[in-house]
Structure formats: structure tokens, C-alpha cells
């Protein structure tokens, strides 16, 4: 059965005891495994990875595993990802088997509507099928909220605001954020305090060395000198290009509607107005340069060459920093010359 984004939450934080099959599919690959992983949670489960093209050699292959008994006692959850059309036949196969003790727990990129494993799962009242897509505005504070409140923090729309955009929205990120942040002013469930903006200031990502934003403005602003600074202190073998791209996945997808807005006769300023509190009021300047810098013509540019970027980094064994700082190197030299 298809799941509304008002429904997720607690279809994986009160997961019902008769659904085999989850199925978190959409662009917003991070919030489809945050949410697989509190579902995990809720379940009190492990993970036990099988490979689509395993599912594909061996059509029985899940049906088995969501039936077979743990060797050391407790619940576990099959799980699979990337999910692709090589494990539609063993999906098929388990919604139409008999009773699980386990769940199928996929993870897939975005899948057209014509998907035989989406209409699968969209179908069957034993799975639960959503679409995950990058919240933006209202929903992204949502998001930051609930997150919080399972860590025992209580956080307001400007604050939630704030640390949605210094994470690009992406979820794993946020919780992870939410969980320093926790620790830091004493929150827990049991015990839940306020976060104020003056703990973000001490220990929030916006602080922290090579901020993800921070790269993205400079690029798009073309700052050149300072944004090869910031490179140059991002670890030889770190992981940051994943969440650097997403950060500026997200600004693009901010300035695109803005400048077409501009581009149909409306003033900057008046757009920057309508924008509100979603973008965070010390960005308020930049984002403006931005909407009156670039065009939407290249606005879509970038935002293909982020596409490409990411998959590259996801895909290939090139190192990030290196393969990170040439395309952002790029785009500052782009900004430069508008």
C-alpha cells in the first residue's frame, strides 16, 4: 500500500506485525535509510543484507530468508539496496507466500509509476511503499522536529529552520546533528530541554570545520580564493562530498523557482521576501546576489552537473575531496564570469 509523508512516521515507528515488504524509493536516498533505520529500530531488528541480483538468481531467495529463524534468537530484517527490477519476481513471491518472521526492507532510487516492483508494493495490503523526496520549507522543519523530539529535544520553526538548511536537508545528517546537539545541552526522551540557537552557535554543523553549506555559497558566489581555502581543509580521505553536493542540491533547488520568478518580471526583492524563513537570515544577502547572478538556464546546469557529480562520487573510486573540488572550482568560475 502506498504511504502519505503525514503516515510514514508512524508506519515505521509503529510498524503493524503483518507487512512483509517495505519499499523506501524516491530521489532523497537519505531519508529513504533514515527511515528504514528507525524502522529497524522500532522493530528491535538487525540487518541482514541480500543483493538484488542474488534475489534475481534465486526468485525464492527472500521468501526464504523473511521466513527462516535468526541463528542467534531475536528479529531481523532482510534488507536490500540498491532495490532494482531484479527482485520483482522474489518480491512477488513473498507477498504471495505464506506467513514471515521477517520483513523485506528495500532501498531504491527513484522508480517510474510504470515500475512492476512499485505497483507490487503500492498494491499489496502486506507492504508499504513511499516515495521520498527532499522536504523543503514547512516540511523540512517538520522533519527537524520529529527528528528532534525522539532525541528529547524541543525545537522551534526558526531554530528547526536553521539546522535543516546548515544540513541540506538531508535526514541521516540531521539526526546525527540532533544527537551532538542532545548530548550537549543534557536532552534526552525522559528528560527533554529546549534548543536554543546559542547551542548551534557552540557545537552546531554550521561551526564545524568545512561547513557543507558554507562550500556551496562560495561556489555559487565565486569566491574563488576562499572557497580553494575551505577545500584545502577538507581530510585527504574524508566522506564530506556526498553531503557537500546534497547541501548545494539544495540551495539550487531554492534559487531555480526564485530566478524564474525574477525572470517573469518580478523584482528580487520582492521575490527574497516571499521566500521568508526559509532561508536563514544571515544567508539573506547571498541568496539575493545569487537570484540576480545567475539565470535559470544556468541554474539547470549546475543542477545536472550536481547530478552527475554525485553519482560520480557515489559510483566511482575517485577521491572526493579532488573530484569535489573540481567541479565546485568550476561553478565559482562560472559565477565569476556572470
Known amino acids: 500500500m502506498k504511504v502519505s509523508p503525514a503516515s510514514i512516521g508512524r508506519a515505521v515507528d509503529q510498524p503493524g506485525g503483518g507487512i512483509r515488504f517495505y519499499l523506501f524509493h524516491g530521489e532523497d536516498e537519505s531519508q529513504s ?127 528547526a529552520a536553521r539546522i535543516a538548511d546548515s544540513c541540506g536537508n538531508d535526514q541521516a545528517i540531521v539526526a546525527r546533528e540532533l544527537e551532538k546537539l542532545a548530548l550537549y545541552v543534557d536532552a534526552s526522551p525522559h528528560s527533554p530541554k529546549e534548543l536554543e540557537h546559542d547551542a548551534i ?10 561547513d557543507f553549506l558554507r562550500l556551496a555559497d562560495l561556489a555559487l558566489g565565486g569566491d574563488i580564493a576562499e572557497l580553494s581555502e575551505e577545500l584545502a581543509r577538507l581530510p585527504a580521505g574524508g566522506s564530506e562530498g556526498i553531503p557537500v553536493v546534497r547541501s548545494l542540491q539544495r540551495r539550487l533547488l531554492m534559487l531555480a523557482p526564485a530566478r524564474a520568478r525574477v525572470e517573469r518580471g518580478e523584482r528580487v526583492d520582492a521575490v527574497m521576501a516571499s521566500l521568508g524563513r526559509a532561508v536563514f537570515w544571515k544567508d539573506k544577502g547571498k541568496v539575493q546576489r545569487m537570484i540576480g547572478k545567475w539565470s535559470a538556464e544556468d541554474l539547470a546546469t549546475v543542477a545536472d552537473r550536481a547530478s552527475r557529480l554525485e553519482r560520480a562520487l557515489i559510483f566511482t573510486a575517485a577521491p572526493d575531496r579532488e573530484t569535489l573540488g573540481e567541479e565546485l572550482l568550476a561553478i565559482a568560475r562560472k559565477a565569476r564570469s556572470l
Do not use: C, H
Open 201 to 210: 552557535d557552540e557545537v552546531g554543523a554550521e561551526s564545524a570545520e568545512g
Open 33 to 159: 535509510r533514515a527511515l528504514a533505520a528507525r524502522l529497524l529500530e522500532a522493530l528491535g531488528a538487525t540487518k541482514f543484507v541480500v543483493t538484488a541480483g542474488s534475489a534475481k538468481g534465486d526468485p525464492a531467495l527472500l521468501a526464504d530468508e523473511a521466513g527462516a529463524m535468526s541463528l542467534f534468537g531475536g528479529k531481523r530484517a532482510v534488507w536490500i539496496e540498491p532495490a532494482t527490477k531484479d527482485i520483482e519476481d522474489g518480491v512477488a513471491a513473498l507477498l504471495q507466500g505464506p506467513d514471515t518472521e521477517n520483513p523485506v526492507v528495500a532501498i531504491a532510487a527513484q522508480l517510474p509509476k510504470t515500475s512492476a516492483l512499485l505497483k507490487l508494493a503500492e498494491a499489496s495490503p502486506l507492504a508499504v511503499a513511499f516515495a521520498a523526496y527532499a522536504p523543503e520549507g514547512q516540511a523540512a522543519e517538520r522533519m527537524v522536529v520529529d527528528a528532534g523530539r525522539r532525541v528529547g529535544l524541543k525545537i522551534s520553526p526558526p531554530v
